[in-house]
């Protein structure tokens, strides 16, 4: 009896471990919390509303100069303009053989053509909520692809 629960225990525990770290994404902020609904700017779900359109992404919570972790591996390509009438917002852009990951309203600390690992410091939050109004909550978006058919991906479900 006492040695079949070794065995089971030590069974839980293997799956435990394989499992959970068989997460896709590591996280984007220490404590990854997504942003909500903010009373006067909509919610930060993916599918969201936005008028006649729907967010193409997934609001994180941050503090204005959090640090940003990069949520895969991968090659950083390019800090894209979420914004082309204010260039002052920033964003990055990491690609892997699975996944093209764009982060918003962040300042890049890493170059392009750099290869980053999965929760490396990548950059570090702006203030987002200056643009609009001091009743939204401050965060970043990211939006995912799949590398290959450039299909929009649901982040909640990678996480």
């Known amino acids: ?3 079949s629960y ?8 293997i799956t435990y471990l394989i499992m959970g770290t068989n997460k896709a994404f590591g ?13 006067n700017w909509g919610c930060g779900s993916f599918g969201a509303s936005r008028g006649t359109r729907t967010h193409n992404g997934l609001d994180i919570k941050t503090t204005v100069g959090q640090q940003i972790l990069s949520p895969i591996s991968g090659k950083v390509t390019r800090f894209p ?3 082309n009438s204010d ?5 990055i852009e990491i690609v892997n053989s699975q996944y093209r990951v764009k982060i ?3 300042k890049p600390t890493v170059l392009v053509n750099s290869q ?4 490396q410091v990548i950059g570090v939050a702006q203030n987002i909520s200056a643009k609009y109004s001091s009743t939204m ?12 058919t450039g299909v929009l991906l649901n982040p909640e479900t990678l996480f």
């Open 1 to 3: 009896m006492k040695k």
């Open 6 to 13: 070794w065995y089971i225990a030590g069974a839980i525990l």
């Open 27 to 39: 996280k984007v902020t220490e404590d990854n919390i997504p942003r909500g609904c903010d009373q």
């Open 81 to 83: 303009f979420p914004y």
């Open 87 to 91: 260039l002052s917002y920033t964003g």
């Open 104 to 106: 918003f309203y962040m």
């Open 116 to 119: 980053v690992n999965q929760g």
């Open 137 to 148: 909550t401050n965060h970043i978006h990211i939006e995912v692809y799949n590398a290959k």
